[in-house]
T-cell receptor, first 112, second 116 residues
Framework: SQQGEEDPQALSIQEGENATMNCSYKTSINNLQWYRQNSGRGLVHLILIRSNEREKHSGRLRVTLDTSKKSSSLLITASRAADTASYFCATYRGSTLGRLYFGRGTQLTVWP | DAGVIQSPRHEVTEMGQEVTLRCKPISGHDYLFWYRQTMMRGLELLIYFNNNVPIDDSGMPEDRFSAKMPNASFSTLKIQPSEPRDSAVYFC??????????????FGPGTRLTVL
């Protein structure tokens, strides 16, 4: 079963613009992770935010977490055509050791 | 270090044939996951292992699917007999439960299975 729900399902922007993707989940979590999947490839881990953190940065990525609203957002600043990919959020509950619950993903297209 | 290795990368077979997918996790990782991805159903967890022991196989579609992990370096996912609706990309992933990056999963390149 899936835990996260990404919003929007698809996002299309121009290079240089910022891209914001949202994720909502239903149960309490230990951490939340974002992954990227380029077409025809496996998922690649981008960033992890723990339940006691509110914001985290990694290069052009900014992730926020609001545990009271059970939601997270991923912001990609100054997007590039190479950022075109599907982005998934995944939650780790802690109670189900080792397992991540993935959402359906947001397909991001960045036009040159 | 090599990442997660999967073989074959592509498999085309006929309905009714046995299919075996293989995975070598990252050395030192104690969790191994098998996922299936389709456009219709997204990414589905089929089964996962901890220290070579199956923990949850509730995602395995039916008895035609079986998975083994005989040692820490190798796992197989077998479909017998295969059906056209099994066509999908199958991913293997591994993770390490210790350290700061707890439960970050590393995915293999996937096996694209087509059952005719």
């Amino acid at each position: 079963s899936q835990q996260g729900e990404e919003d929007p399902q698809a996002l299309s922007i121009q290079e240089g613009e910022n891209a914001t993707m949202n994720c909502s989940y239903k149960t309490s979590i230990n951490n939340l992770q974002w992954y990227r999947q380029n077409s025809g490839r496996g998922l690649v881990h981008l960033i992890l935010i723990r339940s006691n953190e509110r914001e985290k940065h990694s290069g052009r990525l900014r992730v926020t977490l609001d545990t009271s609203k059970k939601s997270s957002s991923l912001l990609i600043t100054a997007s590039r055509a190479a950022d075109t990919a599907s982005y998934f959020c995944a939650t780790y509950r802690g109670s189900t050791l080792g397992r991540l619950y993935f959402g359906r993903g947001t397909q991001l297209t960045v036009w040159p | 270090d090599a990442g997660v290795i999967q073989s074959p990368r592509h498999e085309v077979t006929e309905m009714g044939q046995e299919v075996t997918l293989r995975c070598k996790p990252i050395s030192g990782h104690d969790y191994l996951f098998w996922y299936r991805q389709t456009m219709m159903r997204g990414l589905e967890l089929l089964i996962y292992f901890n220290n070579n022991v199956p923990i949850d196989d509730s995602g395995m579609p039916e008895d035609r699917f079986s998975a083994k992990m005989p040692n820490a370096s190798f796992s197989t996912l077998k479909i017998q007999p295969s059906e056209p609706r099994d066509s999908a990309v199958y991913f293997c992933a591994s993770s390490f439960s210790g350290g700061r990056a707890r439960n970050e999963q590393f995915f293999g390149p996937g096996t694209r299975l087509t059952v005719l």
